[in-house]
């Protein structure tokens, strides 16, 4: 068996959208688990819609969720150039190869001509208005004009493109790994352009070229690429690499979260969610599009969710780290039908990751998001993350959610104080702090006995003043482990809101 070579292959039109970290991932799953090779070739021969940094927010991409590259830009490799635009010279000879063999010609129409055909076949009602194996006799072309004519444009500089010549009628076939068997009359396909007047290689021909001369044994991409499939397999016809051609496997579309139609970025601002990797701001309009990384998801989560997105493992087992995916991961168990896009799964997936990172890791996020002026210990921000982790979604949650234990509530939460704050409450809430004060090292454990020791020497059910005393300390009434909370507080603190709780309820 040939060693599995694949490449993600995006053009640097802009920020790279989440389906491209998709097509991606499988590709990187596939090379993983063959023990094979992840190739990043950059696709960037139409310079009309080159945008800079394009190209280097796809690297920094795919570094921040974990697809590492064995070969292409940025890492080198035996192919060199990876680049497109760098490969320019290379592609030519191809060209010419298909029209010194008749697979090719030489299209000399100006924009204006081409209008005109368009606009004639209109004219007589004809549905089809392509340059294709019907209209091409009539244009101005190596195959209406006199070698003589052709040679002479030629030389004189006329613009120019090269366009394949697809057979007239003709069933062309190929087989997808995940669709089956796909077939095209030759007849709906036009003679798409292959080198442009610009001298660039358009799409088909740089991509077929490359993807043999780079050895690349499957193509895995969107699914939008595979009308331009069975020209593809016209041009490794045509060149002679037909068994050479890697095996497609063209993934499903993307769907909106409700199923219904192709995920849009418009859907997506609609409804709140990122739908980049990372941050992007667009060098022309300076419009910034959220990434998922600063909208608080982390990246072994993102990638849990897009590896479900068209794939699945054939079991109930939802989580999977990256390595469990590389050994679980088969074409084979990819479908056919579009994913819905849930943001929510997507969310559920991020919780399962915070709750599973250690404390100390989660630390982090707190410490890098206090507001100014708050100083908390490394071992603090730990045990707050430990505290916090089971009720968060966002890893900026934990800042949100752990004001409180910066700040001493300077309201309280009126829906329970109306109904919690009463005569018993401040009964045992008045003796409770009292013990407290006597405490020096609270523990959870200290506070809850304490807090039972005191109600039932008053009489009191604990239960009933629980939330009283929540929101004597937080202000709210509801949160996280209370006499966890109150264990990293300390004593000093919790009297402290205790009392002015106490002394500002009192008054209400
Ligand atoms: N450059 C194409 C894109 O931007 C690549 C398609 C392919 O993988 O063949 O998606």
């Not at 819609?49 to 394009?54: E, H, L, M, S, Y």
């Not at 072309?141 to 030389?155: A, G, P, W, Y």
């Not at 590896?307 to 056919?336: M, Q």
Request: with cysteine.
């Amino acid at each position: 068996m040939q060693p599995v070579r694949v490449r993600f292959a995006p053009s640097p039109t802009g920020a790279l959208h989440i389906g491209g970290v998709r097509t991606a991932l499988y590709n990187y799953l596939l090379a993983k688990k063959t023990n094979g090779t992840m190739i990043l070739r950059i696709e960037d021969t139409d310079q009309t819609r080159f945008v800079p940094g394009a190209e280097a927010y796809i690297i920094k991409s795919l570094a921040w969720v974990g697809i590492k590259i064995d070969e292409g830009v940025g890492q080198g490799g035996p192919h060199a150039p990876y680049r497109q635009s760098e490969r320019k010279l290379l592609y030519k000879q191809y060209a010419q190869k298909l029209i010194d063999e008749g697979n090719a010609y030489y299209a000399f129409d100006t924009e204006e001509e081409l209008e005109a055909m368009r606009n004639r076949l209109k004219a007589t009602g004809s549905s089809h208005q392509q340059y294709s194996a019907t209209t091409r006799m009539m244009m101005d072309n190596s195959l209406t004009l006199s070698e003589s004519e052709v040679q002479q444009k030629l030389k004189a500089g006329y613009p120019y493109v090269i366009r394949l010549k697809v057979p007239e009628s003709e069933e062309i076939s190929l087989s997808d790994l995940i669709r089956g068997e796909v077939n095209v009359h030759s007849s709906q396909i036009d003679d798409k352009v292959l080198m442009k007047s610009d001298g660039m290689p358009t799409y088909h021909l740089a991509n077929v070229v490359d993807d043999y001369l780079m050895r690349i044994t499957h193509v895995i991409r969107g699914e939008e690429w595979l009308p331009s499939a069975p020209l593809h397999v016209l041009l490794y016809r045509f060149l002679g690499w037909e068994k050479q051609m890697p095996q497609f496997a063209h993934l499903p579309l993307l769907l909106k979260p409700d199923g219904n139609g192709k995920l849009s970025k418009r859907d997506a601002d609609k409804a709140g969610f990122p739908l980049f990797p990372l941050n992007w701001v667009d060098p022309t309009t300076n419009e910034l599009s959220k990434g998922f990384c600063e909208s608080g998801y982390l990246p072994d989560a993102l990638i849990n969710f897009l590896a479900f997105l068209g794939w699945n493992p054939g079991t109930e087992k939802e989580i999977f780290s990256l390595s469990e995916l590389i050994d679980a991961f088969t074409v084979e168990r990819i479908g056919k039908a579009g994913a819905r896009f849930d943001i929510l799964k997507a969310q559920w997936f991020n919780q399962q990751y915070i709750k599973a990172k250690s404390n100390t890791d989660l630390a982090a996020f707190l410490l890098t998001s206090l507001p100014q002026g708050i100083t908390c210990s490394a071992e603090k921000a730990a045990k707050i993350c430990g505290v916090l982790k089971e009720r968060v979604t966002f890893t900026h949650d934990f800042a949100t959610q752990a004001r409180f234990f910066f700040e001493a509530p300077t309201e309280y939460d009126q829906h329970v104080t109306s109904k919690k704050w009463n005569d018993d409450a401040i009964r045992v809430l008045t003796a409770y702090k009292q013990t407290l004060s006597s405490i020096k090292e609270l523990t959870a454990e200290m506070a809850k006995t304490t807090l039972e020791d005191v109600t039932t020497s008053l009489g009191i059910s604990t239960g009933k003043i629980l939330q009283a005393l929540r929101v004597s300390i937080t202000g709210a009434g509801s949160g996280p482990d209370l006499m966890l909370s109150m264990e990293i507080m300390g004593s000093e603190e919790v009297v402290s809101r205790i009392d002015r709780a106490l002394s500002t309820l009192k008054k209400v």
